[in-house]
């Protein structure tokens, strides 16, 4: 029962340190509270341990437990299974078009994670130069300008010509970045879809469902550190994409 005990005492630590690190370096947003969260309920496995509430629970109630347990690990392995499948996708040469999905625009510029997307972009361009690029994303309340035009102007300052980029500048959602840009694109005409590695499979998975024949997916990199807190929160919109 101590080495049970210990046990969960270690992963309450780990999920606390690394929510509390999470909010720390600035995420953007308020999901440092899902690993607080965690370790709160550790936290509470480990008392239970500790007092031995398993052993007086009913044998029925443990294999409830026992069964909802293994089907959220059945679930969370699964998806993230499906996400990392699709973290290292290359996409194909001679794409008529690539979708650069939007993310946070500061005054001082693309936040990490959307100059790891526009990085890739240029990349991709400058490797096939017929291929045009549509910048997809609204303007937020706390950002200064659409992202769209944020990532338009990181563009043309690395070097990509400005008539290769189009500007979609509504869109809230992923599945708005994938509706509102398939107004500039033809049917037949290719596209591949450029979002983190993270990101990628549920983004494929939006742009087939938002019509898109056979989107090629070109995976951007990410922040090591960032990585746990970006693949659990992917893991969580994957359930709510599935249910609703």
Not at 174 to 183: H, L
Not at 195 to 201: P, Q, V
Request: net charge positive; glycine share 10%.
């Amino acid at each position: 029962m101590k080495i049970v005990t210990i046990f969960w005492i270690l992963l309450a630590v780990l999920c606390g340190g690394y929510g509390i690190l999470i909010r720390a370096i600035g995420s953007g947003t308020g999901f440092f509270l899902v690993w607080i969260a965690l370790a709160v309920i550790f936290v509470g496995c480990s008392a239970a341990a500790q007092a031995g509430l398993w052993g007086i629970m009913p044998q029925f109630l443990r294999r409830v437990t026992l069964v909802l347990l293994c089907l959220i690990l059945v679930l969370f392995t699964g998806i993230g299974g499906c996400i990392g499948s699709k973290m290292n996708t290359e996409g194909k040469p001679g794409l008529d078009y690539i979708i650069v999905l939007g993310a946070q625009v500061y005054e001082r510029g693309p936040s990490a994670v959307l100059r790891f997307r526009l990085d890739k972009a240029v990349e991709y361009l400058n490797e096939n130069p017929q291929t045009k690029c549509i910048v997809s994303g609204g303007k937020g309340s706390n950002e200064p300008c659409s992202e769209a035009e944020g990532m338009e102007k990181y563009l043309i300052r690395q070097g990509i010509p400005e008539e290769r980029i189009l500007k979609e500048e509504k869109s809230k959602t992923t599945a708005e970045n994938i509706q509102y840009s398939k107004k500039f694109i033809k049917s037949k005409e290719s596209v591949g879809i450029v979002t983190n590695n993270f990101h990628m499979f549920r983004a494929l998975q939006i742009a087939k469902r938002q019509g898109l024949e056979d989107p090629s997916g070109i995976a951007a990199e990410s922040t090591a550190l960032y990585l746990p807190n970006n693949v659990l929160r992917e893991i969580l919109a994957e359930i709510k994409y599935l249910i609703f």
